[in-house]
C-alpha cells in the first residue's frame, strides 16, 4: 500500500515539474545557439574592425611591426567568409621585412595630401536583433557588450561625418585656406577612426573568451 502511495506521488512530481525541466532545457538550448551565432558575427566584425583600422594606418598613418603583429594575430585565426590570406601573407611578410622595406612599403601606400578615404559602417544585426538574449548572459559580458555597442556606434557616428567632410572636399566654391582646414580635419578624423577601430576590435577579444 505503501508503494502504490509513493509511486502516486512520484507520478505527480515528475507530472508537475515535467514542464518546467523541458522549459529550461530549451532555455539552455536556445541560449547555446545564441552564444554560438554571437560569436560568429563578433569574429567576422572582429577582423572586418582590424583590416579597416589596419587599412586607415596605411594610408594616413605610418605602419608598424608592432601593429603588423596584432593585426596578424587577429586575421590569421579568422575562419569566415571574407577573404584573408592575402592579408596573412602581406602581414607576415612586413613583420619579417627590414626596416628599409617597411620605409618603401609605408611610402607607397600612404595617401597622397587631400586623397580621402570611403569608409563603411559597421553593423551587428545579429546581436541587435536578440537584445533581450543578452539579459541572459553573465552580468560582466552583459556590461561589455553594452559598451562595445555604444563604442561602434561612435565609430559609425565619426564614418558618417568623415563622409560628409569627404564630400566637402569636391566644393569648388571653397577657398584654399577653407579646404585646407576642413582636408587637415578629415585627417584627423581618419586618424581618430583608426584608433578606435582597433580599440573596438580589442574590445570584442575580451569578450569572446567569456561567452560560454
Given at each position: 500500500?505503501?508503494e502504490?502511495?509513493l509511486?502516486?506521488?512520484?507520478?505527480?512530481?515528475?507530472?508537475?515539474l515535467?514542464?518546467?525541466?523541458?522549459?529550461?532545457i530549451?532555455s539552455l538550448l536556445?541560449?547555446?545557439?545564441?552564444v554560438?551565432?554571437l560569436?560568429v558575427?563578433?569574429?567576422d566584425?572582429?577582423?572586418?574592425?582590424?583590416?579597416s583600422?589596419?587599412?586607415?594606418?596605411?594610408?594616413?598613418g605610418?605602419?608598424d611591426?608592432?601593429?603588423?603583429?596584432w593585426?596578424l594575430?587577429?586575421a590569421s585565426?579568422?575562419?569566415?567568409s571574407?577573404?584573408?590570406?592575402?592579408?596573412?601573407?602581406?602581414?607576415?611578410?612586413?613583420?619579417?621585412a627590414?626596416?628599409e622595406?617597411v620605409r618603401?612599403?609605408?611610402?607607397?601606400?600612404?595617401?597622397?595630401?587631400?586623397?580621402?578615404?570611403?569608409?563603411?559602417?559597421?553593423?551587428?544585426s545579429?546581436?541587435?536583433?536578440?537584445i533581450?538574449e543578452?539579459q541572459?548572459?553573465n552580468p560582466a559580458?552583459?556590461?561589455?557588450l553594452?559598451?562595445?555597442?555604444n563604442?561602434l556606434?561612435i565609430i559609425?557616428?565619426d564614418v558618417a561625418?568623415?563622409?560628409?567632410?569627404?564630400?566637402?572636399t569636391?566644393n569648388s566654391?571653397l577657398?584654399?585656406?577653407?579646404?585646407k582646414?576642413?582636408?587637415?580635419d578629415l585627417?584627423r578624423?581618419?586618424?581618430?577612426v583608426q584608433?578606435?577601430t582597433?580599440?573596438?576590435?580589442?574590445?570584442?577579444g575580451?569578450?569572446?573568451?567569456d561567452?560560454?
Open positions: 500500500m505503501f502504490k502511495i509511486y502516486v506521488i512520484l507520478g505527480w512530481l515528475l507530472g508537475l515535467g514542464p518546467i525541466v523541458t522549459d529550461q530549451k536556445r541560449r547555446r545557439e545564441f554560438s551565432a560569436k558575427e563578433l569574429e566584425l572582429q577582423f572586418r574592425l582590424a583590416i583600422s589596419l587599412s586607415l594606418l596605411q594610408s594616413h605610418t605602419l611591426k608592432d601593429f603588423a603583429t593585426a594575430r587577429i585565426r579568422y575562419s569566415g571574407e577573404p584573408s590570406s592575402n592579408i596573412v601573407r602581406f602581414l607576415e611578410g612586413f613583420v619579417s627590414s626596416d622595406t618603401n612599403l609605408n611610402e607607397h601606400a600612404r595617401a597622397a595630401d587631400g586623397v580621402g578615404a570611403s569608409l563603411k559602417s559597421f553593423q551587428v545579429f546581436l541587435e536583433n536578440n533581450p543578452i541572459k548572459l559580458v552583459q556590461r561589455k553594452y559598451e562595445f555597442r563604442q556606434s559609425n557616428r561625418r568623415s563622409d560628409d567632410y569627404l564630400m566637402l569636391f566654391s577657398t584654399s585656406d577653407n579646404h582646414r576642413i582636408t587637415d585627417g578624423l581618419y586618424q581618430q584608433r578606435r582597433k580599440d573596438a576590435a580589442d574590445r570584442i575580451s569578450i569572446l573568451p561567452l560560454k
